[in-house]
C-alpha cells in the first residue's frame, strides 16, 4: 500500500510536507490514526500531540486546534500552529497556565477565552513532557 503524503499548513506557511506510513492526529473529541486508504473525511482538530511514523521513525508536534481533511492517501492539516515537540517551551507553557488560571471569567466570552488558553497549556505541556521524556 503507498504512504499517506502528509501535509500540514499554518497561516505562515507550510509547516511540513512528507509521506508517512501512519499519523495521529488530536481531534476536538478525541484522537485520530490514519492509515493508508483510510475514507475520506474532515475532521476539526483540538490541541495536542501530531506524531507521523515514517521510515526514519516517529516524528512528534505540537498542533494548536484547526481541521484536518484526508483524501486520496493525503492527509491535510490546517492549523494555526505546529510546533516540533522538541521546540515546545515547558517553561512558557507553565506560566502561560498560571496566568490563564488568573485572568477575570465573569463573562461566557472571558470564560470561553480562558477555557481555550488552559487548554492550550495543557496540551503544549503534555506534549513537552513526552518529547523530553523520548529524549
Partial sequence: MPDLNCIVVTPEATALEQSAEFVALPLYDGEIGIAPGHSPMI??????????????GVQRYYVDGGFVQIADNV????????IPA?????????????????????TPELMEIRDRTVSQARAMIRVSQKSDAKN
Fill in 43 to 56: 475532521g476539526r482538530l483540538g490541541f495536542g500531540e501530531m506524531r507521523l511514523r515514517g521510515k526514519g
Fill in 86 to 106: 522538541h521546540e515546545v517551551d515547558t517553561q512558557k507553557a507553565k506560566a502561560q497556565l498560571e496566568e490563564a488560571r488568573g485572568q477575570s471569567s465573569n
Fill in 75 to 82: 492527509v491535510s492539516v490546517l492549523t494555526s500552529r505546529a
